[in-house]
């Protein structure tokens, strides 16, 4: 069983920024891909991005490219997730999760975090 969990959410301004950290209980491997989602209300859940644990390959959703940048921290598995650039349509519930293979749709992953609030205002 792992456990993730999402910290680094809060309330900013457009044009601010915002890093959101993801920690995992146990070793995440470097077979392991790992990526954030979020979901706004009334909306579907939307991928934003995804590293490959062992290469530090990434990517974005085209909503976050140039803005959003993924990273790792390897030694003590925990993921990033640095936004610049905020929008008001960046306003969500930021979700960590560990895939079982390549995957955007949200369907192939075996973990998920808790969430952390997002909230980007005029």
């Avoid at 900013?12 to 979901?39: E, K, T, Y």
């Avoid at 490959?52 to 490219?65: F, H, N, P, Q």
């Amino acid at each position: 069983q792992v456990q993730l969990v999402e910290s680094g959410g809060g309330l900013v301004q457009a044009g601010g920024s915002l890093r959101l950290s993801c920690a995992a209980s146990s070793r995440i491997f470097s077979s392991h891909l790992m990526a954030w989602f979020r979901q706004a209300p009334e909306k579907e859940r939307e991928f934003v991005a995804l590293i490959r644990w062992g290469t530090g390959r990434t990517t974005y959703a085209d909503s976050v490219k140039g803005r959003f940048t993924i990273s790792k921290d390897g030694a003590n598995n925990i993921m990033y997730l640095q936004m610049s650039d905020l929008k008001p349509d960046d306003t969500a519930v930021y979700y960590c999760a560990r895939a079982r293979s390549y995957d955007t749709s949200g369907h192939d992953y075996d973990y998920w975090g808790q969430g952390t609030q997002v909230t980007v205002t005029q």
